[in-house]
């Protein structure tokens, strides 16, 4: 199975355990999770020995869904874009932040980098670097200079996809919880 994202890797959201049995979203689509076609998994709803109504509900009747990859609602994000492309802040909260936490004794899961963006485009997600004063885009021919890219994200913001250290900045910036459920691997990097 490929691995991409948007900001989840396709192998964590490919596949869930009912009473003892997998069941797995087959597909060939690469790139952003957020972006590939989710009718290919009515043929695991199928698979189901019974019917499950709250799969059927969500994914065939009333499910409410954000498209996070939206120019408006990257735009709202882009002051963390440049800052984050040209002063590296959260490389430097996070990296303390992890660092008390691991005094206190925990653990922590994410490790911060110098930019926490992605570069999204065609099935294309790679990390941005910066080297030797231009941003490269990995494993591509893709550079650009500052100018170019602080110009890319005034007028095409939808192509920088947050990695783990801001995606949930970026997810309550959109849509603010009141609380927050989660699993045993997200609880610790939100806190971090």
Do not use: C
């Not at 994202?5 to 069941?23: Q, V």
């Not at 959260?90 to 206190?104: F, R």
């Not at 899961?109 to 990390?127: A, M, V």
């Not at 900045?169 to 609880?187: D, R």
Request: proline content about 5%.
């Amino acid at each position: 199975m490929p691995k991409s994202h948007e900001d989840h890797d396709f192998a964590e959201i490919a596949s869930f355990n009912l009473f003892g049995k997998k069941y797995t979203w087959e597909t060939e689509q690469k790139g952003a999770v957020g972006r590939m076609n989710p009718a290919e998994l009515q043929a695991v709803l199928e698979q189901l020995p019974e019917k499950a109504e709250l799969f059927d509900n969500a994914y065939n009747h009333g499910l409410i869904s954000i498209d996070g990859d939206d120019r408006a609602l990257k735009s709202l994000f882009s002051d963390v874009i440049k800052d984050d492309l040209q002063n590296h802040t959260a490389n430097a909260i996070v990296s303390d932040t992890s660092k008390k936490i691991q005094e206190l004794g925990y653990e922590t899961q994410i490790s911060p980098r110098e930019i926490n963006f992605f570069y999204l485009e065609n099935g294309l997600r790679e990390r941005i670097v910066k080297e030797d004063g231009q941003y490269k885009v990995l494993n591509s021919e893709i550079v650009f200079s500052e100018s170019e890219i602080l110009q890319l994200v005034d007028n095409e913001p939808e192509k920088f996809s947050p990695n783990v250290v801001l995606r949930p900045l970026y997810q309550q910036m959109i849509l603010p919880n009141l609380a927050y459920i989660g699993g045993p691997s997200e609880v610790p990097y939100w806190l971090q």
